[in-house]
């Protein structure tokens, strides 16, 4: 038995708080994306790695500005 989803019947967007059915992919309150409920009644957020690679890169390249400008 998958046990992970069994005392919900519906999840709460993390961003608007609205109450959405299970499968939802997509809150249509606040047009974020959902990933699967939590143990909290809450959807999770999906993981943007579009977003954190850029914000990675970002850091890497000031870091690498930072050295060339000082050393
Ligand atoms: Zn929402």
């Known amino acids: 038995m998958d046990e992970k989803n069994h005392c919900f019947t519906t999840k709460k967007c993390p961003e608007c708080l609205t109450n959405l059915p299970l499968n939802a992919e997509k809150c249509p309150d606040c047009g974020k994306k959902i990933g699967e409920v ?34």
């Not at 939590?38 to 500005?65: E, H, Q």
């Open 38 to 71: 939590d143990k909290t009644g809450f959807a999770k957020r999906p993981v943007n790695w579009l977003s954190y690679i850029i914000s990675v890169l970002a850091w890497v390249a000031l870091c690498l500005y930072i050295w060339w400008a000082f050393f």
